[in-house]
C-alpha cells in the first residue's frame, strides 16, 4: 500500500522560510515524477512544482517560480519543497502527489497517489 505523508506546516510571517517534506512507504520515489499542489479556502487545487523522475528537470507554477524549489532525498525516499519569501497568498493546504500513467502535468488528474496534505499560514 502506497502512503505519501507531509510535514512541516505551520504559521511563519510573510518573507520568512518553510520547508515541506513529503514521506513515502510502499513506493520509490525515485521511480516515479513528483509533484507538490496546493488548496486555498473556497479555491480548487491548484499545481506549484514538479520533477521528473530522474530529478534532472523542475518545473514551476509562475506564482512561485523563483521563491521555491522541489527537491528530493532518494535515501530517505522523501520529497520536499523548500519555500522562501513566502506571501500571504501562499496560504493553502500542501499536498505532494506521485505521478499517475497519464494526464497533465499540472493536472490533479496525473498522479494516482496523494498525501493528506499539511496546512501553511502566511500572515502579514
Known amino acids: 500500500q502506497v502512503q505519501l505523508v507531509e510535514s512541516g506546516g505551520g504559521l511563519v510571517q510573510a518573507g520568512g522560510p518553510l520547508r515541506l517534506s513529503c514521506a513515502a512507504s510502499?513506493?520509490?520515489?525515485?521511480?516515479?515524477?513528483m509533484a507538490w499542489f496546493r488548496q486555498a479556502p473556497r479555491k480548487e487545487r491548484e499545481f506549484v512544482a514538479f520533477m521528473i523522475r530522474s530529478g534532472g528537470r523542475t518545473l514551476y507554477a509562475d506564482s512561485v517560480k523563483g521563491r521555491f524549489t522541489i527537491s528530493r532525498d532518494n535515501a530517505k525516499n522523501t520529497v520536499y519543497l523548500q519555500m522562501n519569501s513566502l506571501k500571504p497568498e501562499d496560504t493553502a493546504v500542501y499536498y505532494c502527489?506521485?505521478?499517475?500513467?497519464?494526464?497533465?502535468?499540472?493536472?490533479?488528474?496525473?498522479?494516482?497517489?496523494w498525501g493528506q496534505g499539511t496546512q501553511v499560514t502566511v500572515s502579514s
Open positions: 502527489a506521485s505521478r499517475g500513467d497519464s494526464g497533465s502535468y499540472v493536472d490533479t488528474h496525473g498522479y494516482d497517489y
Open positions: 510502499g513506493r520509490t520515489l525515485s521511480s516515479y515524477a
